[in-house]
């Protein structure tokens, strides 16, 4: 007596050349996102990690501004501007004269502020004090002078250099 088996063919599943097509194109776009999201990712920390020498060059990278109408800021005030990716300030003293300064402290880098009723510039970090006509460190913890810069005043606005 024989008996017959019924077993099933085994079928190989292979798959079609458009799904290989796509499911390559989904990898491709799938790295080029990752790419993307990494690098949005890295830049930031990468900023935060340069060295000062690297933020110093890219501050020192431009070397004159000129400020439009700042020839009419009066006496006794000042105005702040950026020099490069710094802060930096024009003070108009009352003897008429232009003194353009680094607004950065030389202690730990706050932004200074120009105090025209006591005619100096003054850190609320730390309490540091400069002269308004030099830079010179005058008290508190700042071990060195602000930065001057050249000014040239004209008729259309006030060209400030680095000397
Ligand atoms: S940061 Fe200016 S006195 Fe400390």
Redesign the pocket.
């Given at each position: 007596m024989s008996q017959v088996l019924n077993i099933p063919p085994i079928v190989k599943e292979t798959a079609e050349p458009g799904d290989q097509a796509s499911r390559r194109a989904f990898l491709v776009s799938a790295g080029a996102a990752g790419l993307c999201y990494t690098a949005a990712l890295a830049y930031p920390i990468y900023r935060y990690l340069a060295s000062p020498e690297e933020m110093e060059s890219s501050a020192t990278a431009v070397t004159e501004v000129t400020l439009k109408d700042a020839q009419k800021i009066p006496s006794g005030s000042v105005l702040m501007f950026k020099f490069g990716t710094a802060p930096a300030m024009l003070i108009h003293h009352e003897d008429g004269r232009w003194i353009a300064l680094t607004a950065v402290?030389?202690?730990?880098?706050?932004t200074?502020q120009y105090e025209p009723q006591a005619d100096r510039i003054h850190?609320?970090?730390?309490?540091?004090v400069y002269n308004a006509y030099t830079g010179a460190n005058v008290s508190?913890?700042?071990p060195k002078p602000l930065k001057l810069f050249k000014v040239a005043v004209n008729e259309t606005g006030v060209n400030v250099s680095r000397t």
């Open positions: 402290c030389t202690h730990l880098g706050c200074v850190c609320g970090c730390h309490g540091g508190g913890p700042p």
